[in-house]
């Protein structure tokens, strides 16, 4: 099959290309076409990758282009994983909201409404191309924040799935601490992307996440940075964005003293870029393990194999809510095991969420409408109101205060935004 990758000029992406060619009997790929407007990051990675394709032996194409048309036409799958507004952006996203007193996050809070406007219509004109060129695609999105993302392709109408990396993160993490194969280990994952737990860790039928927590709190706690206690107390393992809600202001206190995360990972990209220009590297350097992303390269490529394949297993993905979590409206996206085939993603039935988790389920949720409405309509009223419904800010002046600066802070990006 053709497998397009949309940003394919990311530093990322030879994390990506070495999964496809290490499981290429997983998921045979014929051609791989990269697509990203930045010229000079494809040919630094797209040449990097054809070296690691080589090394592997894989058969397959890798092609480059700068013309979205080329790519997406006759693929078979299309992932997303862009950056509008690139780590500049990012920065800001991470840096603007502290100073009002809230968190900086490029998916959460603030931070993530501001990437969501900017990243939501791009993304729709994209999936309107794949449909044009190629309808019997699926588009995977890895693209920030995905909850929201994917909700605004399948409002569209558009055959999609959104995939993150925190429950295989979670899963592989806790098959070492177990010493079991990650494939044993069934996570009971519940909520929004960015926003979830695992309520229940099964291993050959057995739920063993009781005696993971009294035996492993510590270790799995300091990769959240929440106290173990919290763990044990709730019985539960929350993904590491709990801690921008669960230790909001300790964050904030952190990021005002401490260089954000874009500035980081900018740094990273760059000596990335030099290492990827050596002619004679074809294995992925070690320093790609701090640009972030960890697993995602086998999580797409199961994924795009078991819609392609038909292959009815279960994975963690972004899909339609239904009637899985009753206190939230169908049309909801969330994040949950589901039952992959050719048809797409049906979530299996999920127990019943406690309210310490549904509340604030359900709030996010009320805020994710609010902002891909503002995403898709612009406007500084309904920028403000997505801000005031999410529970990290929820104050009228702090709100409107945000909403001007992000939207001031992001015009170049927002159409709109010269009228608001």
Known sequence: MKLCVVGGGSTYTPE????IARLRDTLPVSELALVDPDERRLELVGGF???????????????????????????????LQLRVGGQAARHVDETLPPTCGCVGQETTGAGGLAKALRTVPVVLDIADRVAALAPDAWIVDFTNPVGIVTRALLD???RAVGLCNVAIGIQRHVAKLLDVAPAD????????????????????????????????????ASGIGLPPAL?????????????????????????????SRAEEVTAIEERLLEMYADPSLDV???????????????????????????????????VRNGDR???????????????????????????????LYAGLIAHVTAYEELALEA?????????????LAHPLIGQVSLATDLAGRLIAANAAHLPWAVDA
């Open 16 to 19: 990506l290309v070495d999964g």
């Open 325 to 355: 979590l009753p206190f939230l409206p169908p049309e909801a996206v969330i994040e949950v095991p589901a039952r992959i085939t050719s048809a797409g993603a049906d979530p299996l039935p999920v127990d019943p969420v406690e309210p």
């Open 156 to 158: 569209a109408g558009h």
């Open 375 to 387: 995403a898709r309509k612009g406007g500084a009223d309904r920028v403000t109101d997505a801000l």
């Open 49 to 79: 990758s054809r070296r690691i394709f080589a090394r592997y032996g894989h058969p397959g194409v890798i092609r480059t282009t700068t013309v979205l048309d080329e790519g997406v036409e006759g693929a078979g799958a299309v992932l």
């Open 284 to 318: 992925k350097p070690q320093l790609l393990e701090q640009r972030g992303g960890a697993y995602y390269s086998e999580a797409a490529v199961d994924l795009v194999a078991s819609l392609a394949g038909d292959r009815g297993d279960v994975q963690v993905v972004n």
């Open 185 to 220: 280990v069934r996570l009971g994952h519940v909520g929004l992307n960015h926003l979830t737990w695992e309520r229940s860790v099964h291993v050959g039928g057995e739920d063993v996440l009781p005696k993971l927590l009294a035996d492993h709190a510590e270790d799995l």
């Open 231 to 259: 763990l044990r107390r709730l019985g539960v393992v929350p993904s590491y964005y709990l801690r921008y809600y669960y230790e909001h202001d300790a964050v904030v206190a952190e990021q005002l003293s401490a260089p």
